[in-house]
């Protein structure tokens, strides 16, 4: 079975530049999070969905951050402009509420570097 | 709110020895799941191991265990005869199963194996 499939691996952009992140989840898995991890530092939310809508954005920068979820399977993050600050290793996962495990499955990340 | 407290930025341990990571944790829930996740040098997150709150057994997974105080709100990771794959970061993780399913990280623990 594919894990969680992140891409790119390493992105390097000039500040004010757009970026984009792309996730495709677990076959099956219906919730998908999207999460920010600073260096020695946890991950921590940005969007959680479940199938295509966003149930919790809570924390999520909308002045500059985006996320869409279409047909409920991958999705895409965008930055923009990006930010010194948001130089990070962005992170995504997914689950199955049907197995009530609460467990999560993690991408290998993406990481940003803005300089 | 729920918050995940972990107060060891970094340890380390001899191989074969054995180590305990401390986690504490507050909530208000009476039902969600406690998680240790592992995170290795440039590698993906994975799970260590699980404890659902309403069982009072103690989880074990091989070499890893866990000491869960409810009452306490302690949920420490014990590390029987360390290998120098443990080497990674940490983290412990909050879920409540109802509500707002938020998924609680702490900061991580750093722990190095020595051989």
């Known amino acids: 079975e594919a894990g969680v499939v992140q891409s790119p691996r390493y992105k390097i952009i000039e500040k004010k530049q757009p970026v984009a992140f792309w996730c495709n989840p677990i076959s099956g898995h219906n919730t998908l999070y999207w999460y920010r991890q600073n260096l020695g530092q946890g991950p921590e939310l940005l969007i959680r969905?479940?199938?295509?809508?966003?149930?919790?954005d809570s924390q999520l920068p909308k002045d500059r951050f985006s996320a869409e979820r279409l047909k409920g399977v991958d999705s895409t993050l965008k930055i923009q402009p990006a930010e010194l600050g948001d130089s990070a290793v962005y992170l995504c996962?997914?689950?199955?509420?049907?197995?009530?495990?609460?467990?999560?499955?993690f991408g290998p990340g993406t990481r940003l570097t803005v300089t | 709110a729920q918050t995940v407290t972990q107060s060891q930025p970094e340890m380390s341990v001899q191989e074969a020895e054995t180590v305990t990571l401390s986690c504490t944790y507050d909530t208000s829930e009476n039902n969600y799941y406690l998680f240790w996740y592992k995170q290795p040098p440039s590698r993906q997150m994975i799970l260590v191991i699980r404890q659902e709150a309403y069982k009072q057994q103690n989880a074990t997974e091989n070499r890893f265990s866990v000491n869960f105080q409810k009452a306490a709100k302690s949920f420490s990771l014990k590390i029987s005869d360390s290998q120098l794959g443990d080497t990674a970061m940490y983290f412990c993780a909050f879920s409540a199963t109802s509500g707002t399913y938020k998924y609680i990280f702490g900061t991580g623990t750093r722990l190095k194996v020595l051989a």
């Open positions: 996962a997914s689950s199955s509420n049907r197995d009530f495990t609460y467990e999560q499955y």
């Open positions: 969905y479940e199938n295509e809508e966003a149930v919790d």
